[in-house]
């Protein structure tokens, strides 16, 4: 069973997502505090997986619930945001909340390598954190080869400050090698702001701007490039645009602040980036120009395949499940399990 808030936000909606039909689940959208509190009490002997620790109807009446109950019971959570005074109070807040309901979960599945960082810092047991991401499947049709040496890259998303297309976009326009196409598509406060830049920098023949397209036909577009960005500088808990572009066969270039960057080999299936160290950004784009060294697309199709895909994903959950409740062996994250 699969319950949640509601069936998907205005936001996804616009650009094309729908509810999805996954065979031999119910679906239950927006139920009442009795309805969640008889939900955990008629599946006492499920495996109770929230969506967070703290925040919603949903997993604050779970949450209390099923520790009454003493059902099985574990999170999956993306760190948040630590920065300034609403980070300290945060950090309070999720220590404060640790202290009565911590040793009730059996296992807390944290999104990239921030999210392991944070819940062990305020005090969840280490051997029952996992790392953890955002699996996803496509159907990966044959990439198109171009032979023109250009090197084409794709962003999809919003155009705003913390996703970082803006200062991205400042350091592509400074790189010597002009032999690249970059497709932006999305739109957002940061649009006329960076279509003004590349205006008045002459890289209207470098740079293209798109409307969002709906999901089913915006990653039919992963085959028209050889590298998808994502520059986030602020907190962004995975980045799945990068899942769809490795098991596209592209390369990625990331900041490090996106947790997907735990699964970029640098050199290898992409190149990552820190934009506190000067100078940082801008070797990335380099390196990524440059276009030595890196996997073919095949292999990189593969690795995210056994890495990144849902299968993948349901695979390693199993495993975690046998070392909380059968105590195998703790696995390691798929996406570093497996070389590329």
């Known amino acids: 069973m699969l319950v949640v808030e509601r069936d998907i936000s205005p936001y996804r909606e616009n650009m094309g997502w729908e509810v999805p039909k996954i065979e031999g689940v119910t679906i239950e959208v927006a139920p009442s505090r009795e309805r969640i509190k008889k939900i955990v009490d008629t599946n006492r002997d499920a495996i109770h997986v929230l969506s967070g620790i703290k925040g919603s109807k949903i997993m604050n009446v779970s949450m209390k619930?099923?520790?009454?109950?003493?059902?099985?019971?574990?999170?999956?959570?993306?760190?948040?945001?630590?920065t300034g005074i609403k980070g300290r109070l945060r950090d309070v807040k999720y220590w404060y909340t640790g202290l009565f309901f911590y040793r009730h979960f059996d296992f807390l599945l944290a999104i990239g390598k921030e999210g392991v960082n944070t819940y062990t810092r305020i005090g969840f047991n280490a051997k029952r954190v996992f790392p953890w991401a955002y699996f996803v499947s496509v159907d990966a049709p044959e990439k198109q080869q171009t032979a023109d040496g250009i090197t084409k890259i794709i962003y999809a998303g919003r155009v705003e400050k913390g996703k970082g297309i803006y200062p991205f976009v400042t350091e592509l326009a400074k790189a010597e090698n002009k032999r690249y196409r970059l497709d932006?598509?999305?739109?957002?406060?940061?649009?006329?702001?960076?279509?003004?830049?590349?205006?008045?920098?002459?890289?209207?023949?470098?740079?293209?701007?798109?409307?969002?397209?709906?999901?089913?036909?915006?990653?039919?577009?992963?085959?028209?490039?050889?590298?998808?960005?994502?520059?986030?500088?602020?907190?962004?808990g995975w980045g799945v645009i990068i899942n769809e572009g490795l098991l596209n066969g592209l390369k990625a270039i990331c900041s490090n602040i996106c947790g997907v960057s735990w699964a970029i080999a640098d050199k290898r299936n992409g190149v990552t980036f820190d934009w506190r160290k000067h100078g940082s950004c801008s070797n990335a784009i380099d390196t990524m120009l440059a276009g030595t060294g890196f996997a073919n697309a095949a292999d990189i199709q593969e690795w995210a395949r056994r890495s990144l895909s849902g299968e993948a994903g349901a695979a390693y959950f199993l495993e975690i499940m046998d070392n909380v409740y059968d105590k195998k062996d703790k696995p390691s994250p798929p996406w570093l399990a497996n070389k590329i």
């Open 65 to 82: 619930r099923g520790a009454k109950r003493k059902v099985r019971m574990g999170s999956m959570s993306e760190p948040y945001d630590r």
């Open 184 to 236: 932006i598509y999305g739109s957002g406060p940061d649009e006329d702001k960076l279509k003004e830049f590349v205006q008045d920098n002459a890289l209207t023949g470098n740079i293209y701007f798109h409307p969002f397209l709906k999901y089913n036909e915006m990653v039919k577009q992963y085959t028209n490039y050889d590298w998808v960005v994502l520059p986030s500088t602020r907190k962004d």
